[in-house]
């Protein structure tokens, strides 16, 4: 069984920073990427950043030069430092992985997802 834990959301000014944490945790065999995605209300859930195991990283293009994503392989850990935040920024966000667990065959899991307001 598999377990992503995202935490750090809250409520934030605009132009204010804050750092999401995702730590996958269980049977994992092996993982390719992992990522960040989000949601606003009565929208689709659109690509934030992902990354992979061997660094190569993708940005949405309306976070470019705002979000850095960064990993750990050894604690399969993926972290979203969001600065220079904006209201429209406001949206649950969910962490992705895409790996393999043992017995299993490759597949995405998602976190619970964790909360992101900006708003003065």
């Known amino acids: 069984q598999v377990q992503l834990v995202e935490s750090g959301g809250g409520l934030v000014q605009p132009g204010g920073s804050l750092r999401l944490s995702c730590a996958a945790s269980?049977?994992?065999?092996?993982?390719?990427?992992m990522g960040w995605y989000r949601q606003a209300p009565g929208k689709q859930r659109e690509l934030v950043a992902t990354i992979t195991t061997g660094g190569s990283t993708n940005y949405a293009d309306s976070v470019k030069g705002r979000f850095s994503i960064s990993g750990d392989n050894a604690k399969n850990t993926v972290y979203l430092q969001m600065n220079t935040l904006k209201p429209e920024d406001t949206a649950a966000y969910y962490c992705n992985a895409y790996l393999r667990a043992y017995g299993s065959s490759w597949r995405d899991y998602w976190g619970q997802g964790t909360q992101v307001t900006v708003s003065s």
């Open positions: 269980g049977t994992i065999s092996s993982i390719n990427n």
